[in-house]
């Protein structure tokens, strides 16, 4: 069974940083782009992230680069998101996703987020 | 970046009832579209890809139609599990991007 596992988000002080990670189990990890998708409270959804399955390659939404950093660990079957600077309007429950191996960019296993606030 | 909008944004409807919800991009995405479904609280389900392709597992009530900038979502025969947010999302370009959603509540 295919499954996406969150965690690292919590409360954060503007301009702070957080790390979320995203364990995977149930499928080959290394085979699939992954991606993160966010939410903002009572909002629409927004894709954030893509990393290649080798990690060579990275697309970002504007809004965030710079600031954030996707990652992987084929090895250890994780996804993270480094994010740095952070503002008001990241806060939301960010999805990790896993990409089907026909589009790359739709996705059809999603995690149960992992909600990030940003304020003082 | 392509917009997407959806409309309506939001309706009523009965079960049983045919619903169709569209969605329009602001340049033409050819059939790089997808539809996701969100119940309060949960993760996205995806629906449909490719505009028209039905994702494994998803009943056949379900259908999507369209290609360059105008596409529709068809439930045929609404059902109780099916009140939730409707999603569509563009592919054609690297900066993905979703409509803002389409609620369907009972009436």
């Known amino acids: 069974e295919v499954q996406l596992v969150e965690s690292g988000g919590g409360l954060v002080q503007p301009g702070g940083s957080l790390r979320l990670s995203c364990a995977a189990s149930?499928?080959?990890?290394?085979?699939?782009?992954m991606s993160w998708v966010r939410q903002a409270p009572g909002k629409g959804l927004e894709w954030v992230a893509n990393?290649?399955?080798?990690?060579?390659?990275?697309y970002y939404v504007d809004s965030v680069k710079g600031r954030f950093t996707i990652s992987r660990d084929n090895a250890k079957n994780s996804l993270y998101l480094q994010m740095n600077s952070l503002r008001a309007e990241d806060t939301a429950v960010y999805y990790c996703?896993?990409?089907?191996?026909?589009?790359?960019?739709?996705?059809?296993?999603w995690g149960q987020g992992t909600l990030v606030t940003v304020s003082s | 970046a392509i917009r997407m909008t959806q409309s309506p944004s939001s309706f009523s409807a009965s079960t049983g009832d045919r619903v169709t919800i569209t969605c329009r991009a602001s340049?033409?995405?050819?059939?790089?579209l997808a539809w996701y479904q969100q119940k309060p609280g949960k993760a996205p389900k995806l629906l449909i890809y490719a505009a028209s392709t039905l994702q494994s597992g998803v009943p056949s009530r379900f259908s999507g139609s369209g290609s360059g900038t105008d596409f529709t979502l068809t439930i045929s025969c609404l059902q109780s599990e099916d009140f939730a947010t409707y999603y569509c999302q563009q592919y054609y370009s690297y900066r993905i991007t979703f409509g803002p959603g389409t609620k369907v509540d009972i009436k």
């Open positions: 340049q033409g995405i050819s059939s790089y």
């Open positions: 990393i290649k399955q080798d990690g060579s390659e990275k």
């Open positions: 149930g499928f080959t990890f290394s085979s699939y782009w």
């Open positions: 996703a896993r990409a089907q191996e026909t589009t790359v960019t739709t996705w059809d296993y």
